[in-house]
């Protein structure tokens, strides 16, 4: 029943490691995002596909890779992990123009 | 580029405590506004919106009304209880088309018994 939904929920890794966050939505949406909530609780935006095409991309290094293989579907892939990267991810999605519904989150912690 | 400024915490209340959160935006034309809010281990949930000037959104008791003269959108809640403990968004979406949301940097709210 939960409407957007990300694996895993938490996700410990070394650096330098390679990593992928998924997330689906059933909520028949055509746009999906990808924001980054820093240690101080700053929400920002990263990536947004729309009906599987790139619509938004932030200045994010280009170790994050998104992947949108379906309009329920979208992934983070992440090469390489640094300190810097350890935050909590969250993906939302919305029909175009409209609220957003966000996921619960990934906290990613890199050691 | 659009932004938003808020109030920053954090604040803590006691139960039926009036609740004020100020936010400011800077935008052109007329953007969307809304406030989110997430509770503890939670995503951010949609509180309330306005997307017009003079629109009041409201629910749970709490409200907020564009007001384009001041650039405001004023978080408020006659009487808090401490299930409103959560972190409190202001957030904007700029007029013509674009899909992105612009954060405040988020207010944490503790209200004690």
């Known amino acids: 029943d939960t409407a957007v939904s990300q694996t895993p929920k938490y996700l410990v890794t070394q650096m330098g490691n390679d990593k992928s966050i998924k997330c689906e939505q059933n909520l028949g949406h055509d746009t999906m995002y990808w924001y980054k909530q820093d240690s101080k609780k700053f929400l920002k935006i990263m990536f947004s596909?729309?009906?599987?095409?790139?619509?938004i991309n932030e200045t994010v290094p280009n170790r994050f890779s998104p992947k949108s293989p379906d309009k329920a579907h979208l992934n983070l892939h992440i090469n390489s992990l640094e300190l810097g990267d350890s935050a909590v991810y969250f993906c939302?999605?919305?029909?175009?123009?409209?609220?957003?519904?966000f996921g619960a989150g990934t906290r990613l912690s890199v050691l | 580029g659009n932004s938003v400024t808020q109030m920053e915490g954090p604040v803590t209340l006691s139960e039926e405590a009036f609740l004020t959160i100020n936010c400011t935006y800077t935008a052109t034309g007329y953007p969307s506004l809304f406030w989110y809010v997430q509770y503890p281990g939670e995503g951010l949930q949609l509180l309330l919106k306005?997307?017009?000037?003079?629109d009041k959104g409201s629910n749970k008791g709490f409200e907020a009304t564009y007001r384009k003269e001041t650039t405001s959108f004023h978080l408020e809640k006659g009487s808090v209880q401490v299930s409103d403990s959560a972190v409190y968004f202001c957030a904007l979406r700029g007029q013509g088309g674009s899909e992105k949301l612009v954060f405040g940097k988020g207010m944490k709210l503790t209200v004690n018994p």
């Open positions: 306005a997307t017009k000037a003079d």
């Open positions: 596909y729309n009906n599987k095409e790139l619509i």
């Open positions: 939302a999605s919305s029909m175009t123009q409209n609220i957003q519904y």
